[in-house]
């Protein structure tokens, strides 16, 4: 709770704090298995083998399935014939078991990711952009969100690309 000279400040800081505090697990409604599984959590693979022969491959293969089909109708990419003069660039899958507020496994997530560190500055690409949030700026959202009643509603998002046109040949 804060207090402050400023009602208004402090009950607005305070609506925050709750905020905060409605996203964390209730400990007493957390059974022991779910406690468990969050002090000893389970090891992600980190290579297609290790998944495929995991425990849960059938899980990891339904999420590998569901990133590529979502990859698919996105047209994020089209098979072409390799111009000689032009670097590969491989790729891989990223393995990230999903766990709800409780600890319990919610979903298994794979990501068909580019493996980047092959290329080279100035001769594979000239720019990079990476668009992120920051912090402060959410913050601030949330602020005024709390100030005027206003709902704030979250979203999983699956798959986002930004799409832009190239002037490069790829």
């Not at 290579?47 to 339904?62: L, V, Y």
């Not at 590969?88 to 899958?93: R, V």
Request: net charge neutral.
């Amino acid at each position: 709770i804060v207090t402050s000279s400023d009602p208004e400040k402090c009950e607005l800081e305070n609506q925050i704090s709750k905020l905060h505090l409605s996203v964390l697990p209730d400990m007493d409604t957390l059974n022991l298995t779910a406690v468990e599984q969050l002090q000893s959590p389970q090891i992600d693979p980190t290579t297609f083998k290790q998944a495929i022969t995991s425990p849960c491959s059938d899980q990891w293969k339904e999420a590998m399935n569901t990133e590529f089909g979502s990859l698919l109708s996105k047209q994020v990419f089209s098979l072409v014939m390799r111009p000689s003069d032009r670097n590969i660039i491989g790729c891989k899958w990223v393995f990230k078991t999903k766990r709800d507020p409780r600890g319990n496994i919610s979903r298994y997530k794979a990501r068909l990711v580019a493996q980047g560190y092959t290329q080279t500055a100035g001769i594979d690409y000239s720019d990079t952009y990476s668009p992120v949030a920051k912090f402060t700026s959410i913050r601030l959202l949330l602020v005024f969100a709390v100030q005027y009643r206003m709902p704030v509603f979250h979203w999983d998002v699956e798959t986002a690309y930004l799409n832009a046109a190239l002037h490069e040949e790829i």
